[in-house]
């Protein structure tokens, strides 16, 4: 269960990272203006690997995901990577992961399976520049012979407020 939990917040924290990057692409879908350097919408993928020597585990991760701004994100005069942020913009993102974990152990070799779907809600005031925030995932987590093995949710949520017009501060609480 703990293995679940920590498998979804890696993943959640590395959404908001990804997203941010240089590496997304975005794409207008009703980009009135036909403005080149304006976007409201990043598609988000990730694949990663990890292998432990203590636990003789090696996982393979694997997610996509798409994060929708409710205004449009002008890039004219900040650096693409960090636009969203540097803007204040409000989003909406959406996440769809699998991994896969082979684990031997000194009776046998087992391959556990992880699905989980997520959301993640972050509001920011115009006024005051208070960021609220709030995310959820649901996952399952199956057995070498399909058989169930888990079923975990996990909802967090954060308060923050931007410091300046390139600084935030922010707390989160994930039980």
């Known amino acids: 269960m703990l293995f679940k ?3 979804v917040i890696v993943l959640l ?8 990057t240089s590496n997304s692409r975005s ?3 009703d ?4 403005d080149p350097e304006t976007y409201n919408v990043e598609l988000i993928g990730r694949y990663g690997q990890i ?8 996982s393979k991760i694997a997610a996509v995901g798409i994060e929708i701004f409710f205004d449009d994100i002008d890039t004219r005069s900040k650096p693409y990577a960090y636009a969203a942020f540097l803007n204040k913009k409000s ?5 769809y992961a699998k991994s896969e974990t082979d684990v031997e152990t000194v009776n046998a070799a087992e391959t ?10 972050n509001i920011i005031t115009e006024e005051s520049n208070y960021i609220l925030g709030f995310i959820y995932a649901s996952g399952d987590t199956t057995g070498s012979e399909g058989t169930d093995l888990a079923e975990s949710d996990l909802w967090g949520v954060n308060i923050g407020k931007y410091i300046d017009d390139s600084s935030a501060i922010e707390l989160a609480y994930t039980p």
Do not use: H, M, P, Q
Request: no cysteine.
């Open 27 to 29: 794409y207008r879908f």
């Open 31 to 34: 980009n009135e203006r036909n």
């Open 112 to 121: 556990i399976e992880d699905t989980t779907i997520g959301f993640g809600l």
């Open 5 to 7: 939990k920590l498998t």
């Open 91 to 95: 989003s909406l993102a959406l996440v």
């Open 13 to 20: 924290v590395g959404l908001t990272v990804f997203s941010s």
């Open 51 to 58: 292998e432990t020597d203590e636990t003789s585990a090696k």
